[in-house]
């Protein structure tokens, strides 16, 4: 096929200004475009910048418009649609779920694509995806790129492409294209070297100022050609970018600047030129100089400049020779400078360098820049962060021009971009967004390359700007329509790429003018500070002599500024080792702090120092570092500062003078007066009050806070609060506080769930602003609220003995020697622990963190279990049921004696008490008839007493109506009365006038009144006025005297009939008094009688109680003897018993101490390590204890009485589990298991089930609600499968943060208080193998390291293996162990209880009737010694267990469950052949079961790994079962171990230095090949002769070595002989060693993959670049008559894969999921999926395939119980040839049959496969094969022979040249990109 020939108006148009060498190579790329489109519905642009690849697309649609205008070739216009993919996030892209609402909302792409494929018009449509292509994205167009052409929505929605769409996509480079992808696409390259700077530049030279004339122009054109190529030749050989550039972008800014620059030669229109013609030369000359200098010369950091400087200069006066074999300068080959024929019309300066000068466009000559900036002292009223100290007049009119300012960080996402710079932007018209009409928007973007790299490699906020500056604009999220920026420019800085920082596309930074900002010089950094000085000394009014030193101290800050950057530079381990100018800010601003005069220079000394070591110092992580920083600023003090400094550091109390670590004594704060209101930041000039003084602000918080916080404020931690006071005082004070977790932060980074906190942080500490924190509708209602307000205001012990003397003062010790030995060793524990974690790392790559937070838990570990263990661990627990059984046998003679003794007393004593008893019989009777005598007489006395009472209660009745008449009244004066009263006034007046007359009215005689008187009276008191409430209205007086005459006459009218009454009461009294003194005799008399009879009643009761105490004495005495004799048989055997286990308790009790302390150790240490770490840190300990004289046992042991339990409930039986065991049971935090094997997780369950265990996950949606209920209610919890973060809402119950409430236990679970039960337990579980946990999670948990050991895993398959070949005896074991552990539990019970009895019984144990009634039982074990047979099988399987459990080293999807392993095994023994002898069963059962392993593991591998496997699979066999391989020599056979030294020298001309070094340490380090390196320097000949050997493994070595050496240890010869034919070497020692079929793998079958399956088991294959299983497993899947689903996984797929699942479990038909790899985030999702198949819900047809390159994402757990299957492209040409031919579409018979020319077909087809296994296998010899290593796969060859066929079918003719073309520019040229390889 021939090119199609374009052309017309609109390519002509596009590419006129290119030159026409240019026109012409864009004419065939354009062409080869076209012809492309014509046969792809998809393809690739490819190229870097300045390439032309968007000239050439818009020249082609142009030309395609002319064509149709003209009606040529049928073609069509074009509409041509841009998005950049990478600008916007997967969901945006092709559309998406509202994960809240879950409506569906349609991306920018399927906006677009709807729009065109439902467009009936006949223009052609292109969408151009103008940005990088990568996986992440563009898998979901593989349906749209092949045959398909169909774009899937997760909507559900499927969108049919029309035949008038291409899709075309604009990129730089297919470096992280999948092949899937590419194979899928057209492509066609072009080269940015094809079209140079110059058709650019003269295109440039179009657009100049018309007031240029033609001999102007011809000047500047001679300028360039003169001088840009030797400039840029020059900065490409002899200097350094900081950024790369092109060599085209460099002229590109050249021109940009310049015309800049060029207004003068532009007036405005009707305006005259102001520049005279004569100096139009002269302006040219100097713009283009300066705009040279600030382009080519602009981009390179300090030296480069002065080189740069120099060159340009010589090449200015024409002092550069010119000719192409120059000396002088080296600008490369080739290059001969062109001769101008003129020389600068002004002269370049010759002082400074050429970066000094700027163009003076008004003067018309060079001028330095600093003359530009004007000098002023800085007012004193200024704040420190208003100062600007000038050294460039810089400055925009802010009238004229709107700013935008953001900073990138690591987290920046292109949305949060979008959103900032289009919420300040306003609408102009629909669709264009600006600022403010009439001004200019800067967008100023600082940090522009910290946005992280994505998986592979793309910045999307970085291609979101680009798209701008591409396109103009970006799209609306809203609704998926354009937005076009207009009047934007935009300004970005960034640091060199390194260190966090990353390289920015090319396709970005080619549409800006690159300039380096070099470092200040220190002359710059001197005036600034000094400036900076001078105004703190002026404002704080320093005295003269001080400020003297103000230089001094500049100059001293900035040295040590240079050195600190130039030495301790970022590593890895120190990323934050970075310093700027700010930093050099903050050491003036920390002093202008201080709030006390300053009034001599030593004060100022000490208070920079101070400063400095904070600024600087503060960040440095090492002693070394800080002991360095120290010697610097001493240096400095005596170099700088005049001073001496050992005058001025006075050393503290045990440091010497002139220690430069004396400066840790300096510190300032301002917190030294409690409760002070104006706190000054001064000198702490007393260490002991600080300390004294942060307690007492701690004893404050603890007063307050809910949570308190026990801490030791030690010399450290007041160190850290004096510096973080500091940072918070200051204006903008941020901190960032490094180190391990363990501490208390702010925001600290576990809180940091989603890496785009981060971002929002970052926001703050740049521009104060988070975007998008409020919705718009809030944010208006902010802003009018805050509007009126804003514009009224214008807007000495080491601290780790420290703190372990603190927390263990109240604990008891033996002697004080002891207690500081415990605190010394627990020091040592955690120095040896962060010692043994290193070489953890180094050598298993396991993490683990010892930190502050470890040493605590080991010390409250240490005080609770020392604690409870003296408790358990009591010696008298024993002793005092010893001395009981002692005392027993003591009495028993004593008791018998008793006995004789008491029978006597006992019959006396009954004699007494009977004749007693007659005695009390007969006074008993007397008393009782003296008693009736007196009884009578006293009722006869009562009834004459009860008469006389009655009489005198009748008289005291009647007097006490009188009585209260008499009560005497206080009157009043009497007043004058309104009525008058005859007769009797004046006598009244008279007695009234008597002083003494109240008182005869009291003393009147009331019983004698005369009998007249009361006639005369009577009258007056039945006359109405005298009744006393008349009287009392004229006068109070008168009712008083009224009352008391009216009371006179009724006592008078009573008393007369009383008295008679009185009298005869009298009378009665007297006769009651006489009768009652002869009854108080007669009673005298009875008393007497009745104490004499209690006298002897008393006596009685005495004599018999003395007689039932005999009798009871008696009977127990005989009980007692009877009790001894059975208490002494019934437990004299414990006796002896418990007298050595009494005094092994003794010994335990005293050793308490310091095996406690290696308890805790372990417990709070040594968790996470594995069993030989464990050992190692143990035995270590033990010894250092022993050597301190800490009291402990000789080895260390932990032991639990539960381990028989816990056994039973699946706990492996080996000492590593058991541990693991006690320490869950014992530690003070949750457990978090690594459980690969799922061993624990089992474990639990069983253990916990009958305590209601809750499983959960963090996956599931209820998990938090699920566990505030069991934290309620104390059941237990388990959460499974966590990763290597937990989410942050269980930081308070890993924290234990309880807190008491309502008098009851509460705790905060995220927004909810709950109540907390004290019987909760937690346990976390991890799948992962190796989980990386930071110290953050680490020190909330104790981290457990379950992964299963040989010893526990042999036990486990001992009893498989027992239990399938003797199930009576695996039977009989587990009765045993059941009933074994039923024994112990109730033997100890009762033990429990006799000792109980024993020791809390009072006195004498033979009086306690319950201790003598229990009976103790004894039981004896059995164990099976038959089982012990089947031992070699069960280790051989074991050791085969760990070996393929390494394989996950070498790649993520080498993952196998135990329980896989376990059911192969089990697989194993129902297969293999059966035997009656044992061995010979044995024998069998390995064989088979170690093939059946290799073939199953093998074909899970890739090629490159099998025999790996065999290798490593022969040698673990070899070394723990035969013990025919020293793993030393192993090690050294896959290392050549460490050199340690200098090797001899090298006798040999022919091996390597290397080689030889390692021949050395063999030589040296193995007693076998001792002598090696001798025998060689004696006879290198027969060694030569191996080296020289096509096939040396078929040569012998030298004797003796040969024979000497076995066949394992040749291979480490052969490592130094010829290590290229090693590989070779071990598959022979595998030939050998385990046969043939351990080398041969068999060939896939995928049958046999399926058959080994269940419903229940996912397959899974692992792809390999060019694999795609699809076209092998629909076909079998077709003739197995299933119907098969199947989705490519992506963004959103997952609900749609979810539901496929479902329908599928239930219709039995088989889901295939492709690209698992890209679903990273559903990932969680398929192994819940997978985890909830059950066989009673899942038809037995069933099946998932998954499809998977490597990952690490992908679910172990699937992962693990899974059949995984590999099918790597076939090695070799024949196996690749024959691998073409058995594929598809080759193998089948329609297809290889239907050709109409058959033999044409054939021959040409076999080049085809042949040319198609070449490409590949050129792939294995690297650069000499390509020099780009491409990824031909099978979809190249398919289209290929697609093509082959249809042609030969469609031509008549050959057609040769279509095919050569096709094939080889197309479907396998398309991808190549390298020249020499095309």
Request: glycine share 6%; aromatic share 10%; proline share 5%.
């Amino acid at each position: 096929m021939g090119h199609v020939s374009l052309g017309g108006s609109g390519m002509i148009s596009v590419l006129q200004p290119l030159v026409a060498p240019t026109v012409a190579a864009s004419i065939i790329v354009a062409s080869i475009l076209y012809e492309m489109i014509l046969v792809r519905h998809g393809l690739m642009l490819v190229g870097y910048s300045y390439g032309a690849k968007t000239c050439i697309y818009k020249a082609l649609a142009a030309s395609l418009g002319d064509l149709e205008e003209q009606g040529l070739l049928e073609e069509h216009r074009v509409q041509i649609r841009v998005m950049n993919p990478k600008s916007i996030y997967m969901g945006q892209l092709y559309g998406m779920f509202d994960p809240v609402s879950h409506e569906w909302k349609d991306g920018v792409l399927a906006k677009v694509f709807r729009e065109l494929a439902v467009d009936t018009a006949t223009d052609r449509k292109w969408v151009m995806f103008d940005g990088p292509v990568d996986a992440v994205w563009i898998e979901n167009m593989n349906t749209v790129l092949d045959d398909n052409k169909k774009l899937c929505l997760n909507s559900g929605e499927i969108i049919q492409m029309s035949n008038t769409m291409n899709m075309i996509f604009e990129v730089q480079d297919l470096a992280v294209a999948s092949p899937a992808t590419v194979s899928r696409c057209g492509m066609v390259y072009v080269e940015p070297s094809q079209i140079g700077w110059k058709p650019l530049q003269a295109s440039w030279m179009h657009t100049l100022p018309a007031h240029m004339k033609d001999d102007h122009r011809v000047h500047l054109d001679n300028m360039f050609q003169w001088l840009v190529d030797p400039c840029i030749a020059f900065i490409r050989k002899n200097c350094r970018e900081l950024v790369p550039t092109s060599d085209i972008a460099l002229p590109v800014s050249l021109m940009n600047i310049m015309d800049s620059l060029m207004d003068e030669l532009r007036p405005l229109e009707g305006k005259p030129l102001q520049l005279p013609a004569k100096d139009i030369v002269k302006f040219i000359d100097s713009v283009f100089v300066f705009a040279l200098i600030w382009s080519i010369g602009g981009t390179t950091e300090s030296d480069g400049r002065a080189k740069f400087s120099d060159f340009l200069r010589k090449l200015l006066n024409n002092e550069v020779d010119r000719k192409m074999d120059r000396t002088d300068f080296d600008l490369g080959p080739g290059l001969e400078i062109t001769d101008p024929g003129f020389k600068l019309a002004l002269p370049f300066p010759k002082e400074g360098t050429i970066y000094d000068f700027m163009y003076d466009k008004s003067k018309g000559q060079w001028k330095q820049w600093m003359e530009t900036v004007k000098l002023a002292d800085i007012p004193e009223t200024s704040t420190f962060n208003e100062i600007i100290v000038q050294t460039i007049d810089t400055g925009m009119d802010k009238t004229q021009n709107q700013n935008i300012q953001t900073a990138f960080s690591a987290q920046t996402n292109a949305n949060q971009v979008q959103d900032i710079i289009d919420m300040k932007l306003d609408k102009r018209r629909k669709g264009i967004f600006g600022p403010p009409i009439g001004m200019k928007c800067i967008i100023f973007v600082d940090d522009l390359n910290m946005p992280a790299l994505e998986v592979y490699g793309a910045q999307p906020p970085i291609e979101l700007l680009r798209q701008w500056m591409d396109h103009g604009g970006w799209y609306d999220r809203s609704d998926n329509s354009f937005r076009k920026l207009e009047d934007i420019q935009y300004v970005c800085a960034m640091g060199p790429p390194g260190g966090g920082r990353n390289p920015v596309t090319p396709r970005f930074i080619r549409h800006f003018n690159t300039i380096c900002i070099t470092e200040f010089d220190d002359g710059t950094y001197i005036r600034i500070y000094t400036a900076i000085a001078d105004w703190w000394f002026r404002r704080a009014k320093i005295p003269e002599e001080v400020r003297l030193k103000g230089p001094a101290i500049v100059k001293a800050t900035i040295e040590i500024y240079n050195t600190i950057r130039a030495e301790l530079l970022p590593t890895p381990a120190k990323s934050h080792y970075t310093y700027n100018m700010r930093d050099l800010s903050k050491v003036f601003q920390g002093m202008q702090m201080l709030g006390v005069l300053l009034d001599d220079t030593k004060k100022l000394t000490k208070l920079w120092a101070h400063e400095t070591l904070r600024v600087f110092h503060d960040r440095l992580v090492s002693d070394e570092d800080r002991l360095w920083f120290q010697t610097q600023i001493k240096e400095m003090v005596n170099k700088h500062l005049g001073l001496k400094f050992d005058n001025v550091f006075e050393p503290p109390e045990g440091m010497t003078k002139g220690d430069p670590g004396n400066l840790r004594n300096v510190l300032y704060c301002d917190f030294m007066t409690q409760g002070a209101d104006n706190q000054k930041y001064d000198y702490v000039s007393d260490i002991q009050q600080l300390l004294s003084m942060v307690e007492e602000y701690l004893g404050d918080y603890n007063a307050q806070s809910k949570t308190r916080m026990d801490l030791v404020l030690f010399m450290y931690a007041a160190e850290h609060i004096c510096r973080i006071s500091r940072i918070i005082k200051q204006p903008y004070g941020n901190a960032l506080l490094v180190g391990v977790g363990g501490s208390v932060f702010l925001f600290s980074d576990n809180q940091i769930k989603d890496e785009s906190f981060l971002e929002d942080i970052n926001n703050i500490l740049n521009t104060g602003e988070v975007p998008n924190l409020f919705p718009k509708d809030e944010l208006m209602v902010i802003m009018e609220a805050v509007t009126q307000r804003a514009k009224r205001a214008g807007k000495p012990l080491t601290p780790s003995s420290f703190v372990a003397s603190r927390f263990l003062k109240d604990v008891e010790m033996d002697t004080e020697e002891t207690r500081a030995s415990v605190e010394d060793m627990c020091m040592v524990f955690h120095q040896t622990v962060r010692s043994l974690a290193d070489k953890f790392y180094r050598q298993l790559q396991r993490h683990y963190y010892a930190t502050p937070t470890s040493y605590l838990e080991l010390i409250q570990t240490y005080k609770e279990l020392l604690g409870s263990k003296r408790k358990t661990v009591y010696q008298r627990r024993y002793q005092v049921g010893l001395e009981k059984l002692l005392a027993a046998e003591q009495d028993v003679n004593v008791m018998k004696k008793e006995l004789i003794e008491l029978q006597p007393k006992l019959v006396e004593t009954g004699k007494e008490v009977e004749e007693t008893l007659i005695v009390v019989a007969k006074e008993t009777i007397e008393a009782e008839a003296q008693k009736v005598i007196v009884q009578a007489d006293e009722a006869s006395a009562n009834t004459k007493a009860a008469s006389a009472k009655a009489i005198k209660d009748e008289c005291t009745s009647e007097l006490a109506v009188a009585m209260p008449l008499l009560e005497p009244k206080r009157m009043n004066d009497p007043a004058n009365p309104s009525k008058k009263i005859d007769d009797f006034w004046s006598v009244s007046q008279a007695f009234l006038s008597d002083p003494t007359f109240i008182q005869q009215l009291k003393d009147f005689d009331k019983d004698n009144i005369p009998e007249a008187t009361i006639k005369v009276m009577r009258p007056y008191i039945a006359m109405p006025e005298f009744e006393p409430d008349l009287v009392k209205k004229a006068s109070k007086a008168a009712y008083g005297l009224c009352c008391w005459a009216r009371a006179m006459e009724a006592y008078d009218r009573v008393a007369k009939v009383v008295a008679p009454k009185k009298a005869k009461l009298a009378e009665a009294e007297s006769e009651f008094a006489e009768l009652m003194v002869g009854l108080n005799a007669k009673k005298a008399e009875l008393k007497e009688v009745e104490d004499r009879l209690a006298a002897l009643n008393a006596k009685l009761a005495e004599m018999q109680q003395k007689k039932k105490q005999l009798e009871f004495d008696v009977d127990l005495c005989e009980k007692k003897l009877d009790r001894a004799t059975k208490l002494i048989g019934g437990l004299g055997g414990e006796k002896t018993r418990w007298t050595e286990v009494a005094l092994k308790l003794g010994e335990d009790y005293e050793n308490l101490t310091g095996d406690v302390l290696l308890s805790s150790g372990f417990i709070a240490y040594l968790g996470a390590f594995t069993s030989a770490y464990r050992d190692e840190a143990t035995t270590e300990w033990t010894k250092l204890c022993k050597e301190e004289k800490i009291p402990c046992s000789d080895t260390f042991r932990c032991g639990h009485f539960k381990i028989r339990d816990w056994v039973i409930d699946g706990l492996p039986n080996d000492s590593f589990s058991i541990d693991n065991g006690i320490m869950v049971s014992k530690a003070r935090r949750w457990p978090l298991l690594i459980d690969p094997q799922g061993q624990a997780n089992r474990w639990i369950r069983n253990m916990e089930s009958k305590s209601q265990l809750e499983v959960l996950k963090l996956s599931d949606g209820d998990y938090v609600r699920r566990l505030e209920m069991c934290i309620q209610f104390g059941n237990p919890v388990l959460l499974e499968n966590v990763g290597e973060e937990l989410d942050p809402t269980l930081e308070p119950l890993l924290l234990k943060n309880v807190f008491k409430q309502g008098g009851g236990l509460c705790i905060r679970l995220g927004d909810s208080t709950i109540e907390y039960s004290e019987s909760f337990r937690f346990y976390i579980t991890t799948k992962l193998r190796n989980p990386h946990y930071l110290p953050e999670v680490a020190v909330k948990v104790t981290l457990l390291n379950f992964m299963i050991t040989p010893e526990g895993l042999e036990d486990q398959l001992l009893g498989i293996v027992v239990l399938k070949e003797r199930p009576e005896l695996e039977e009989e074991k587990t009765k045993l162990v059941l009933q074994g552990a039923e024994n112990a539990r109730q033997l100890k019970e009762i033990e429990d209880k006799i000792i109980e009895i024993l020791s809390t019984s009072e006195g004498n144990i033979l009086e306690d009737e319950t201790a003598i009634e229990v009976i103790a039982e004894k039981t004896e074990k059995k164990i099976d010694e038959a089982r012990m047979g089947y031992k070699p099988v069960a280790r051989h399987v074991s050791v085969l267990f760990f070996n393929i459990s390494d394989l996950a080293s070498i790649e993520p999807m080498y993952q196998y469950s135990l329980a896989w392993f376990v059911n192969l095994f089990e697989y194993t023994i129902n297969k293999a052949e059966q035997h009656k002898d044992l061995g010979k069963r044995i024998e069998v059962l390995i064989k088979h079961f170690t093939y059946s392993l290799y073939v199953n593991v093998c074909r899970s591998l890739f090629e490159k790994d099998k025999l790996l496997f065999s290798f490593s699979l022969c040698v673990a066999i070899q070394s723990a079962i035969e013990d025919n391989v020293d793993m030393l020599q192993y090690r050294f056979l896959l290392t050549g171990g460490v050199a340690t030294g200098e090797p001899p020298p090298n006798p040999s001309d022919w091996l390597s230095d290397k080689l030889w070094g390692e021949m050395c340490r063999l030589s040296e380090t193995f007693p076998p090949f001792n002598g090696l390196s001798d025998s060689f320097k004696e006879n290198m000949a027969p060694w030569k002769e191996i080296y020289d050997s096509q096939d040396p493994s078929s040569i012998s070595y030298p004797e003796p070595w040969h024979e000497k050496l076995d066949i394992f240890q040749r291979l480490l010869l052969m490592r130094l002989i010829r290590p290229d034919k090693l590989v070779m070497s071990m598959q022979n020692y595998v030939l050998q060693t385990m046969g043939r079929k351990f080398i041969e793998p068999p060939p896939f079958d995928l049958d046999k993959c399926y058959q080994d399956s269940s419903s229940l088991t996912p397959l899974i294959f692992v792809l390999s670049a060019g694999v795609d299983p699809m076209s092998a497993l629909l076909k079998y899947a077709d003739s197995v008559h299933i119907e098969v689903e199947s989705i490519s996984l992506g963004q959103g797929q997952g609900p749609k894969a979810s539901k496929l699942i479902e329908q599928a479990k239930s219709a039995g038909g088989w889901v295939v999921l492709q690209n698992c790899h890209l679903a990273v985030s559903w990932m969680p999702t398929l192994e819940r999926i997978c985890e909830q198949f059950k066989p009673e819900s899942t038809n037995p047809q069933f099946r998932l395939w998954l499809t998977s390159y490597p990952s690490p994402h992908f679910p172990v757990s699937v992962l693990q119980n899974g059949i995984k299957m590999t099918n790597d492209p076939p090695k070799g040409l024949r196996a690749n040839l024959l691998g073409s031919y058995i594929s598809d579409p080759v193998n089948d018979p329609e297809f290889f049959d239907s050709c109409t020319r058959p033999a044409e077909f054939k021959k040409l087809l076999f080049g085809l496969c042949f040319f198609h296994a070449f490409v590949q296998e050129r792939l294995k010899f690297g650069p000499l094969g390509w020099n780009v290593p491409y990824q031909f796969s099978q979809p190249d060859f398919v289209i290929s022979a697609r093509q082959l066929q249809m042609f030969l079918n469609e031509f008549s003719d050959l057609p040769l040249k279509a095919l050569s073309y096709l094939t080889g520019e197309c479907n396998y040229g398309g991808r190549v990109t390298d020249g020499h390889d095309r």
